[in-house]
């Protein structure tokens, strides 16, 4: 065969981490740009909006910061699972286990008011963790496949919510189902004036050092790491396989749990319907841009941050359906999975020689 | 409960059972032929949700049902199409591509809709498909009105199921499809061209993912939701590893899947039990997963499934 073949790589060059995702970005807004042409709005002043209205005042982008809070949780608690080639797709169920923990925790009358945050945020850790380890459990010991069973649980998970929304968990002030707010002390503490930036940020800065420092310089990292490349050589180093996957969801589910805890202290005060609007699903596109790097996993977070606040001021002005941060979220997951293949693989032009 | 239990189970409960099964059968045996040949497809929720739009909207503005059967099976072997180049050409992660595959078909077709149809108050239905009686089968008693007092795709879900059946092990296709499912480099060696193969079977897959789509909105129902797959298409995948990747015993497990949510939803309009409705919704997901943990250990998975194949990687 004549033309371009692929050749493996033996060591990628470190550009390729920055340039790789912006080049699956670009590629996506290429495509996505067909999709706004058919809304009869112009390309350009359609991407203006979106990504310049959440970075256009300090408010904004102050709430862009508030937005990226849960993302960025969800993107680690994915890398956490994906390096271990746990496939966890339920951080969405994850992260409404830890809201609904944070919820009630934080309504709780009997409490002193000042253990309720951090009870909040243990409470919603552990609530994540022991929804992720239903999957890791069932994997570990049953071999169930995880796919199926992290995404079936969410389904799970969401019913189980509306039921107790509907029913005995109900706010009785409320027409909705909804909880009941949370004490007053137990609201996040806010950490710049008139803003809605709350503690979740933080925590969310320090999850991801911490989890790069897991992953870099623990041996749970290198366990992590090990078993998600190399299954057979790892059982060969004496790696407890069990073992490692069950930590591995506990850290991933209790990180999505994070997620929610957030919302829910910083943000509605109460567990409802839409508390997430697809966050766990965001946070596989957000790990695998950030190509399973813990720290790449804060930039990946902020920039579909922009996406989704930005869709709705684009919306607005230009009459594309929101919707299109959806369509930008699916197919950049696309884009940068086909890009990685350059990591592995460089192409070569073809010449006439026999190995 | 003597009481219940009579009026639960009366002829129409299990008409009701045959219908809830239909687009399942379909979805899982679309996801059947792919996971047979080593790709697992997991874009079948999104191809689920795009066809059913496709489908639905090409009725709407042609009124014509088949010609909407039609879009929704196209748009199926076009997002099959997609999952070829990603998986087979490329030889990507299955699991990521099939999850990117997902989450770009349903934000189209919340894209597409949300264009085609705006806001509106009411939400835009269509004539959907009639009942359609075969003559001397549904004049037999109880099993007339059960399984031949149906839509036409129901029918054509009956006939897929063996038709499935005969080409897995009684073609040579089928041999094939199987074998570069288990031993892609056999295959290889023995002539067989694995990428052709998987691609096959990869378009077939999304055409009868698109026929699910299409049952959804144009039969069960009359018209498009964004909630219209709400999970079917994860559960079909399930439904193959219950099934032990064999048609006749998945197409048994969407039966018996869709026995609880005929239940689930009769249970939920009685008055005898007092439980919030979700409970109910919840009940198939939950025995969904309790199924898979009791076959799983002996699972028959495809020896190839989810491993890419290079001819230069030999």
């Known amino acids: 065969m004549n033309g371009v073949r692929l050749e493996l790589r033996t060591q990628t060059p470190w550009w390729l981490n920055l340039v790789l995702p912006l080049a699956a970005i670009g590629l996506t807004l290429v495509l996505c740009s067909g999709l706004i042409v058919l809304a009869g709005a112009n390309v350009f002043t359609a991407y203006t909006k979106l990504f310049l209205s959440s970075l256009s005042t300090p408010f904004n982008l102050v709430e862009t910061v508030v937005k990226a809070t849960p993302l960025v949780f969800t993107g680690l608690a994915v890398t956490v699972a994906f390096r271990a080639k746990f496939w966890n797709i339920g951080a969405e169920g994850q992260l409404l286990a830890g809201a609904m923990a944070a919820a009630f925790i934080g309504a709780c009358e009997a409490l002193p008011a000042w253990s309720l945050v951090p009870l909040m945020v243990l409470g919603g850790a552990l609530a994540g963790s022991i929804w992720a380890l239903i999957p890791a459990v069932l994997k570990a010991r049953y071999k169930v496949d995880d796919v199926v069973t992290t995404l079936l649980l969410n389904f799970v998970l969401y019913y189980g919510m509306m039921a107790l929304l509907d029913g005995p968990w109900k706010d009785p002030l409320s027409g909705y189902p909804d909880s009941p707010d949370i004490r007053a002390a137990a609201e996040f503490p806010i950490l710049l004036r008139a803003t809605r930036l709350h503690l979740g940020a933080l925590l969310a800065a320090a999850a991801a050092a911490a989890v790069w420092l897991m992953m870099r310089h623990t041996t749970l990292g290198f366990e992590i790491s090990a078993v998600g490349e190399n299954l057979k050589a790892s059982r060969y180093a004496g790696i407890n396989i069990g073992a490692v996957i069950l930590l591995t969801a506990t850290t991933s589910g209790a990180l999505a749990g994070l997620a929610g805890v957030g919302e829910v202290g910083g943000i509605h005060f109460q567990v409802m319907a839409g508390l997430s609007p697809g966050y766990g699903y965001t946070g596989i596109v957000i790990a695998m841009l950030a190509r399973l790097n813990p720290i790449g996993v804060v930039p990946a977070a902020i920039f579909f941050a922009v996406v989704i606040t930005g869709a709705e001021a684009m919306s607005r002005a230009t009459g594309v359906p929101v919707f299109l941060a959806d369509v930008i979220q699916g197919m950049s997951l696309i884009t940068m999975l086909a890009a990685l293949m350059l990591t592995q693989y460089r192409i070569r032009a073809n010449r006439t020689e026999h190995e | ?314």
């Open chain 2, 1 to 314: 409960m003597n009481e219940i239990l009579s009026q639960i189970f009366q002829v129409g409960f299990f008409a009701a059972v045959i219908r809830i099964a239909t687009p399942l059968v379909f979805g899982t045996l679309g996801e059947l032929f792919a996971e047979r040949a080593g790709i697992l497809n997991l874009g079948i929720e999104g191809i689920m949700m795009l066809a059913a739009m496709s489908g639905f909207s090409t009725v709407f503005f042609t009124g014509s049902l088949w010609l909407g059967v039609l879009a929704a099976v196209l748009t199926g072997v076009v997002a099959g199409l997609v999952m070829g180049l990603l998986t087979v050409s490329l030889g990507l992660s299955q699991h990521v591509s099939g999850i990117g595959l997902t989450l770009l078909c349903s934000g189209l077709s919340f894209y597409c809709y949300r264009l085609i149809f705006g806001q509106p108050s009411t939400l835009p239905a269509i004539k959907p498909f009639e009942t359609v009686a075969l003559p001397v089968l549904a004049e037999i008693p109880i099993i007339g009105p059960i399984l031949f007092n149906q839509f036409a795709l129901v029918y054509l879900a009956m006939l897929i199921v063996p038709a499935a059946a005969f080409v897995l092990f009684h073609t040579p296709w089928g041999l094939n499809l199987r074998t570069v499912g288990e031993n892609p480099l056999a295959a290889f060696s023995a002539g067989v061209s694995v990428t052709a193969m998987r691609y096959q079977a990869l378009l077939l897959s999304g055409a009868l993912m698109g026929l699910a789509g299409a049952f959804l909105c144009m039969a069960q129902y009359n018209a498009y939701t964004f909630g219209v797959i709400s999970g079917r298409g994860w559960v079909c995948i399930a439904l193959i590893v219950f099934g032990q990747w064999n048609p006749w015993k998945s197409a048994a497990g969407a039966i018996l899947f869709a026995c609880i949510d005929a239940l689930q939803l009769r249970l939920q309009a009685s008055s005898a039990i007092n439980l919030p409705y979700q409970v109910f919704l919840m009940l198939p997901f939950v025995l969904t997963i309790v199924g898979m943990a009791l076959v799983s250990r002996n699972a028959l998975a495809p020896a190839a499934l989810l491993k890419p194949f290079r001819k230069e990687a030999r």
